[in-house]
């Protein structure tokens, strides 16, 4: 295998649960925002100041409607792991950059044995790049997080959906720790 590989996979993140709730916490929000402009402006005795509200409007969709539009990307480039948020196809913020290497365990959370080893493993920060919890094939990594302020490590866990590809780049960079599927069922 290559050793400066480099692999992409992108995840949209499904709208169900917490993220359907936050659209329509928003909608409401906007709906609450308009109507509360338009009345505030009414009240006043001011009603041409309402010519403002589409424009006010769209500038609180355009700041806020981009965290409920969220896609997981990970990328594997010469044994590193990024994860990023792409927030709307627009802005990407970096959130976790590993070795693959250094993973304490890379398999599938359905197993029984696999899932009772990420609850003893305690983690105190976790990573999630999985479209849905009801998704078929949901991975961890187990892995240690160097704190560069204090200068230790904290334990952390990695959700995510992998490809067969992927499982095979992990496997070449960590055999040991990599459990491997065969996702196309």
């Known amino acids: 295998m290559n050793e400066f590989l480099t ?3 992108a995840v949209k993140q ?4 917490k993220w359907r709730l936050a659209r329509i916490a928003l909608i409401a929000l906007y709906i609450f925002f308009a109507l509360t402009f338009v009345l505030a402006f009414i009240a006043l005795h001011i009603p041409q100041l309402i010519a403002l509200l589409p424009l006010l409007l769209w500038m609180l ?3 806020t409607w981009r965290f409920v ?3 997981y990307e990970y990328s594997i480039t010469s044994g590193t792991l990024t994860f990023c948020k792409i927030y709307n196809n627009r802005a990407r913020r970096k959130f976790l950059e590993i070795t693959l290497r250094d993973a304490v365990c890379i398999a599938p ?11 003893a493993w305690h983690p105190e920060r976790e990573f999630c790049a999985v479209s849905s919890w009801s998704a078929p094939h949901i991975y961890m990594i187990l892995f240690e997080l160097s704190d560069r302020k204090r200068g230790e490590k904290r334990r952390a866990i990695f959700y995510f959906e992998p490809t067969q590809k992927a499982l095979q780049i992990c496997r070449f960079y ?12």
């Open 69 to 71: 539009c969220v896609e």
């Open 7 to 9: 692999y992409e996979h």
């Open 14 to 17: 499904k709208n169900v649960g």
């Open 174 to 185: 960590n055999p040991s720790a990599t459990v491997m599927q065969n996702l196309s069922a």
């Open 109 to 119: 959370l359905d197993g029984a044995r696999y899932s009772e080893q990420a609850t």
């Open 61 to 63: 969709v355009f700041f």
